[in-house]
């Protein structure tokens, strides 16, 4: 089992550029997360998932944009990036969101010039 | 509002000793808390968890122990190891998964 994989790991974008944070598991788990970590800073969430067709806000959702069309992929979508959105995007995914631990992907590192 | 504090940013500690990393809440509705370990340039791996029907969970070298009354839990690591030096979150389990901000532990040689 890969886990929970995430591309690209690096990324520099402009301000006012677009991209997609792609996120991937193999686990089976019907939920899934997207959290942003800032220096200094635990992790905040931005987006979740409790299955395929269902998504909903985090703490921190100004700025981006998901979709859930299959049990296996959770991409983030950054429009219209800003230098606030630099940080590094942790994608997780979990088969329980209580007691279930949550399996992380390796991360992504976003600059925003 | 965070729910979740970790006031300790940072803790250095002696191999073969205890570290004693700590975490407080503000809310009493978690029936979960987790803590996780980061090494730079990883993603977080869960390390242990506690149900909120506990006063301790024990795995190996780490046990985490619940003081409900005190809104308090804590993570003993016995003994410490140099491969254990990372930053180390804990988690309340919910829909909507709070972190502490970690605390970073050193274990010198």
């Known amino acids: 089992n890969a886990g929970v994989t995430q591309t690209p790991k690096f990324r520099i974008l402009k301000i006012g550029q677009s991209m997609t944070l792609q996120c991937a598991q193999d686990m089976n788990h019907n939920y899934m997360y997207w959290y942003r970590q800032d220096p200094g800073m635990g992790l905040k969430l931005i987006y979740y998932?409790?299955?395929?067709?269902?998504?909903d806000k985090g703490e921190v959702p100004n700025g981006y944009n998901v979709s859930r069309s299959t049990t296996e992929d959770f991409p983030l979508r950054l429009e219209l990036a800003a230098p606030s959105q630099t940080s590094v995007y942790f994608c997780?995914?979990?088969?329980?969101?209580?007691?279930?631990?949550?399996?992380f992907g390796p991360g992504t590192r976003l600059t925003v010039t | 509002d965070q729910q979740v504090k970790q006031n300790s940013p940072s803790l250095s500690v002696q191999e073969g000793r205890i570290s004693i990393l700590n975490c407080d809440y503000t809310?009493?509705?978690?029936?979960?808390f987790l803590w996780y370990k980061k090494y730079p340039a990883e993603g977080p791996t869960f390390l242990i968890s506690i149900s909120s029907i506990k006063d301790k969970n024990e795995d190996g070298r780490f046990t985490v122990f619940l003081n409900k009354s005190a809104k308090h839990l804590s993570l003993h690591i016995v003994p410490s190891q140099p491969g254990d030096s990372a930053v180390y979150f804990c988690a309340r389990g919910s829909y909507i998964p709070t972190f502490g901000r970690g605390t970073s532990l050193i274990v010198h040689p």
């Open positions: 809310n009493s509705m978690f029936d979960y």
């Open positions: 998932s409790v299955g395929a067709g269902i998504t």
């Open positions: 997780a995914s979990s088969y329980s969101p209580g007691s279930g631990e949550q399996y």
